[in-house]
């Protein structure tokens, strides 16, 4: 089929462009239908032609593995390696069924030739993208996706009314004046795949999320799924098989991982956790919630998440500073302000974990209480072959406190840091027992053991490589963080004492003996070592923002070190007073509200 002009003129970018050259273009321009899930370039391939998408979306994917953008319609596919005259870069793979217009180069090259002004708009083009290219980070923050199927996972049936309260969630979310569009497999909405594809085009042009119930008739789950930016797969643990079924299996070759959801569905938040694993392993979906139906706040939670406005909350390590961060969720929460995803480095995995439990502010104050000053879990030398402390003790209260239940079960998305001294670089955990989260994380050199977990990966403080894991929560979700950094960025520490001061071994036993002290104290092994690790992180604690993140530096007690537990509730509440005072109105945290 010939394209019509007013096809491209509809392109932005033909601005200036006349309706004679248009109407060139659009005469040698072959309109071709792409099904969701086939390739319209493939990497390594010659850039013999030039597209530009008239409806549909598409998923720019480098090495078969990494997506690096999505491309809309009214946008030009592949104009990079068509104009260098080289191979495609990347693969172009249809997230729906699209339609494109392909421009061959022999006939672009013949109308060019004798009109300039085409040339120069294709080059203002091809210095946007590179613009854009320039500036993109390995984690590319995708446009949210429109078009959301949703399936019921496994043998799972979607729970009576949960598509009209997810619309409700979006429509209470998302800017006001934005269409949301629910569709249930009731609905005929069109005869046949072209209709239905121009039904989406109409909605899309205004901007609409459209939700839509692939259950029933496989014709017609095919065809959702086919033409969906997202997948949300629904299961209802205890209740069914959680082997994914064959619709799913279709719907994920279409849908790559980064794009799945999979909500894990129970009657009410009192029913405990549990398994989730057996539905995350076979669904590889970028995340799971939890979602009790007697919740209008999991539903609200959802939808956050799906449109890119979920909250994060990023802690960083400090010992017993990170009390601090305890204050920060208890301002937080007495404002109202929902917390949707915790992550965290040493101290501030510890006290994430916590609240990601679901405990309470003051549950966890008790609980570091009953750790570090009752039981003296950090308190305890022992002979300096593997570390200078004893982690019996230490290890014991962790097993307890946070218990062997797998970091997926958790009812708030959670995930700590380590340093991994087996592969040099960062070990996340987002699955596996949540105490030995907490351990791993916290596991200061020297001071105590590395931790040493089921495949042998030797794993010591997070805060080693990242004290402040703001990137990493970048990368798992898009929308606004919360990052807490412990202590004055630009803090100068400086001792009275000098370098002669430090004592032989002799007077150091003698005065140990004796609990002799002196006014002024060489820094403390344990002091250098927590000081070496996050100095790096609070000089770029800052640079590692992202254009909606709010950074938060919650005031310290005066001389407090990081083994002052007995200090902790006392800072937790300077913590709390200082956000609510100081930073929720004017930091414009009240607007997350």
């Not at 394209?3 to 601005?15: K, M």
């Not at 995930?415 to 955990?429: E, R």
């Not at 929560?473 to 004492?497: A, C, F, Q, Y």
Request: aromatic share 6%.
């Amino acid at each position: 089929m010939i394209a019509h002009p007013t096809d491209l003129a509809r392109h932005a970018l033909f601005d200036g462009v006349s309706d004679a050259v248009l109407a060139a273009l659009a005469a040698a321009s072959i309109r071709k239908p792409v099904r969701g899930g086939e390739l319209l370039v493939e990497q390594g391939d010659d850039a013999d032609a030039l597209y530009f998408v008239e409806s549909g979306r598409f998923r720019v994917v480098v090495n078969r593995v990494h997506i690096v953008a999505y491309i809309e319609a009214g946008e030009a596919v592949g104009e990079l390696a068509f104009f260098a005259g080289g191979k495609r870069t990347a693969d172009v793979i249809a997230t729906r069924d699209s339609v494109v217009m392909e421009v061959p180069r022999s006939a672009y090259d013949a109308i060019a030739k004798d009109n300039p002004e085409l040339t120069e708009a294709m080059l203002k083009l091809v210095s946007e993208r590179l613009a854009v290219a320039t500036a993109r980070t390995a984690s590319v923050s995708s446009s949210m996706p429109r078009v959301i199927a949703i399936l019921p996972a496994g043998a799972s049936a979607l729970p009576d009314g949960l598509l009209q309260r997810l619309t409700a969630a979006f429509e209470a979310t998302v800017k006001p004046g934005t269409p949301v569009i629910a569709v249930d497999r009731a609905s005929n909405i069109a005869p046949d795949s072209e209709a239905y594809q121009a039904w989406l085009a109409q909605h899309e042009a205004k901007g609409a999320y459209v939700l839509i119930d692939g259950s029933g008739p496989d014709a017609w789950g095919q065809r959702v799924c086919r033409n969906a930016d997202a997948l949300v797969m629904v299961g209802r643990p205890g209740q069914s098989d959680p082997e994914p079924s064959p619709i799913e299996q279709t719907a994920m070759r279409w849908i790559p991982a980064p794009q799945r959801t999979l909500l894990l569905v129970r009657d009410t938040a009192s029913q405990p956790i549990a398994n989730s694993g057996e539905w995350i392993d076979p669904r590889s979906p970028k995340l799971h919630h939890h979602v009790a139906l007697d919740s209008d706040a999991d539903f609200a939670k959802v939808a956050r998440f799906l449109t890119g406005r979920a909250i994060g909350l990023v802690l960083a390590g400090g010992g017993a500073l990170g009390c601090a961060h305890l204050g920060v969720v208890q301002a937080l929460q007495d404002a109202r302000i929902p917390i949707d995803f915790i992550g965290g480095t040493s101290a501030g995995a510890a006290m994430g974990a916590a609240i990601a439990q679901g405990l309470s502010v003051a549950e966890t104050l008790d609980q570091m209480e009953a750790m570090f000053v009752k039981a003296k879990a950090m308190r305890r030398l022992t002979v300096p072959l593997y570390s200078l402390l004893d982690p019996t003790v230490f290890d014991a209260e962790l097993r307890q406190r946070y218990g062997t239940k797998d970091i997926a079960d958790q009812p708030i998305v959670f995930f700590g840091v380590s340093t991994n001294l087996s592969t040099n670089g960062l070990h996340i955990h987002r699955r596996g027992p949540l105490w030995e989260c907490v351990r791993a994380s916290g596991s200061l050199p020297t001071i105590l053991p590395p931790f040493i977990d089921r495949e042998g990966n030797i794993l010591v403080d997070g805060g080693v490589l990242d004290n402040v894991p703001v990137k990493i929560m970048h990368t798992l979700k898009t929308g606004p963080n919360i990052v807490v950094s412990l202590g004055d960025p630009d803090e100068i520490w400086r001792t009275p004492v000098q370098y002669d001061d430090i004592r032989g071994r002799w007077t150091l036993m003698k005065d140990i003996l004796l609990r002799r002290k002196r006014e002024a104290e060489f820094p403390s092994i344990i002091e250098i070592m927590s000081r070496s690790m996050v100095v790096a992180s609070r000089m770029a604690s800052k640079e590692m923002l992202g254009e909606q993140d709010i950074l938060v530096n919650p005031p310290i007690i005066p001389g407090m070190q990081i083994l002052d537990w007995h200090m902790g509730r006392e800072l937790s509440q300077m913590a709390a007073d200082y956000i609510t005072r100081e930073v929720i109105e004017s930091a414009g945290l009240r607007d997350l509200a």
